[in-house]
């Protein structure tokens, strides 16, 4: 049975843990129970106050898996990124590529991963749903704050669906933002300074202050903030395997953020915020297999063009709260907008492609050009307009027996993605065609409108019981719109339209247990989904090419997931312990897949698939003295396809393939921890850190090992595994905090996302870890 011991071990963990926990005098510890024999305060885990229930509670008395990240924590661990994030937090799933350029991003929670339709993880920033649709055209994945100036993140692992709505199907990750001062003065002053090896530099800085215009009437905050990311991949010339330009793949980012708070009464607090940031790319990070030496931490890119890349956005938001005897009302009012562009060199994927009909003529291969003027670049668009309405209610007696929230949501989304392909040899000698003249030219719009009403109530059946129900219930309208010309286009849709609507209901049941004031027993029963949509329309035969259908695919619904949960969450030793763990087991109907034509080289989404994700996490934290802490985590995922689906004659997945396609597939094993030593130095507080995470291969079976199937790709594997080890040391003197620290501290570099054009194609390239990089940080807090 697939890790049917680890689930075990796990439960029989905590029903121990909720046995250990009742043992120990759970009256609050006193002051003197607080203290050593040397009378200075003993080490107590700091408790983060959440708001995944939307209310605001004790992260260990939510019944939910949560990790939440608050600014001492991010600050420690140097975590700066979605990435970090997703490395640090057991469970998390963040892929990117070697070959769609670095705009190409994947999220996944609990192994419910799909690079097709919108995202099954939920992005959220504040109350503000920010996911996006991975359309046909669309080399975006999610937006992603960066993290400067941020209160908190909640990583909420499991569907999410009653509160949150369509995209957390397997989680949430929500980025909370600092509230404006109003009664006195906070803010910070920051910079860094990093050496990567065989790369440039790195450098930051940032500046973030808070506090009251009018005391207890009206606070502001803004805080800005700038990076660059030294590159450390050469762009080469291929021909001649001379350098272009060094260390070509750096990174610019800025983030802008402003908030007014106004208190005219005490009944009434009004926010207005705006959010900014901005992310350039000068080129991919990706290298070439047959060009570099990673031993010698030689990074190498053969593009013929330089590849940059820019994804920036804005978010206003206007946040409204009253506080009546029996309730908080909500309103919160948003407009996003993203934008960005992207250019691919697609020379090497025009070769493949069109190689048997007119090469290059390079002798390694079709793929490979001969000449500059052999170039072919691709150009990505991309523009995402939303609205979004929340409004909602929940009882202020946090002792009351019935607590409830109830509340209706409204959003409208635009979606353009625009591709441009370029290709001057073939434009010339494949199809006639002046030189400048797009080969295709393609435009999809997609909007989406959903609007939705929830109600969650917790009943406490007696002191230590309470039963949690809940719903939402949803009507969601997708369309798009297509505009496509030019040789590779089909000629028989040069315009296209498509519709597709459903109004699903989202339930919610849960059971939760406090034994003690420290020891949370839970189990939960939920659902979640994300929205469907309509497929562009294919060439059908008797037409030359066509494909072999009756009629046009028709529009795939929303798939959804139910997650049945028993977890525990126990704070022991007075506060100087915690442990937290949970079983899941995550069913996954009518998943939206990608069917492959193999007979008419075209495709599209219908809802064939199901699979079972189950598995543990475990967390455990320690303040073994009043100068050591030790913390591990380990999650265990195990995601399979349930359902054979073939089509066309070949099969697309089969029952027991590993959910997802490599390289894009979870790694099953998780396991970080770390080791923190405080000590006084000179008066001054100091400390020592290191911290490991872990992450295993994915043995499979998958979907590209069938020589019959459409996703024919052998040479493409599953990640390696691989760790990463990172040591800081710092030192605080009065309200000055510095840091040195070594990122990947053994300077691994395992060969990550493994890319090629066709099943046919020997050029390869990979993505890495970011070499091993040590530097200097600096903080002044008031």
Known sequence: MRASWGLFIVIGSTLLLARAANAYDESPPSEAEKRSSSGKPTEIL???????????????????????????????????????????????QFDTTAGFGPTFTNIAIRGVNSIVGTSTTGIYLDDVPIQTRLAVLSFWGNPYPLLFDVDRIEIERGPQGTLFGAGAEGGAIR???????????????????????????????????????????????????????????????????????????????????????????????????????????????????????????????????????????????????????????TSVTAYFHRWG????????????????????????????????????????????????QEIRASSSDENARLRWTVGAFYSQSSQTDTETVISAFYAVNLFGMPPDEPLLFSQVTSKDTQIAGFAQIDYRITAPVTLTVGGRLSHNVAKFTQAQSGPLASQEFPYASGEQSETPFIPKVGLAYQATRSNLLYLSAAKGYRVGGANQPIPLAPTPGGCPLSEQPPPFDSDSVWSYELGSKNRLFDGRARLDGSVFYVDWRKIQQQIFLNSCAAGFIANTGSAVSKGFDLATEIALTEQVKVGLSVSYIDAYMTKTVTFDGAPIVQAGDAVGSPPWVGSPWNIGGYAEYGFSLLSDRAYVRVEDFYRSENPGPFNTQVPSSPLYAPEIPANPAHNQLSARFGLTHSAMNFELFANNLTNARPPLYRYQDTVTSTLFADTTLRPRTIGLTATYRF
């Not at 992260?59 to 990124?81: F, H, M, N, R, Y």
């Not at 090469?359 to 979004?388: I, Q």
Request: glycine share 10%; no cysteine.
């Open 46 to 92: 700091q408790e983060i106050v959440v708001t995944a229930t939307r209310r605001s509670e004790e992260e260990s008395k939510v019944p939910i898996s949560i990790v939440a990240l608050d600014q001492a924590a991010l600050s420690t661990s140097g975590i700066k990124t979605i990435s970090d994030v997703a490395n640090y937090v057991p469970g998390i």
């Open 175 to 329: 980025f909370i933002s600092p509230d404006p001062g109003y009664k006195t003065y906070t803010g910070m002053a920051h910079a860094e300074l990093a050496s990567t090896r065989g790369g440039d530099a790195s450098y930051e800085g940032g500046v973030a202050v808070g506090g009251p215009i009018a005391v207890d009437k009206v606070g502001f905050r803004f805080s800005a903030w700038g990076r660059k990311d030294g590159g450390y991949v050469d762009r080469v010339d291929p021909f001649t395997n001379e350098t272009v330009e060094g260390n070509s793949n750096s990174t610019r980012s800025y983030v802008v953020r402003g908030a007014l708070g106004i208190r005219p009464n005490s009944a009434i607090t009004i926010t207005p915020s705006i959010f900014a940031q901005g992310v350039r790319y000068n080129d991919s990070g990706a290298y070439f297999e047959y060009l570099s030496n990673p031993a010698d931490n030689e990074y190498k890119n053969g593009r013929l063009l330089q590849q940059p890349a820019t994804d920036n956005f804005y978010l206003p938001s206007l946040k409204i709260e009253g506080f009546l005897s029996i309730a908080t009302i």
């Open 341 to 388: 562009d992207l250019t691919l060199d697609a020379t090497s994927f025009n070769g493949a492609i069109f190689g048997p009909y007119v090469s290059y003529g390079n002798p390694l291969g079709p793929e490979y050009p001969a000449r500059y003027s052999d170039a072919g670049p691709s150009y990505f668009k991309t523009k995402v307009d939303l609205f979004t």
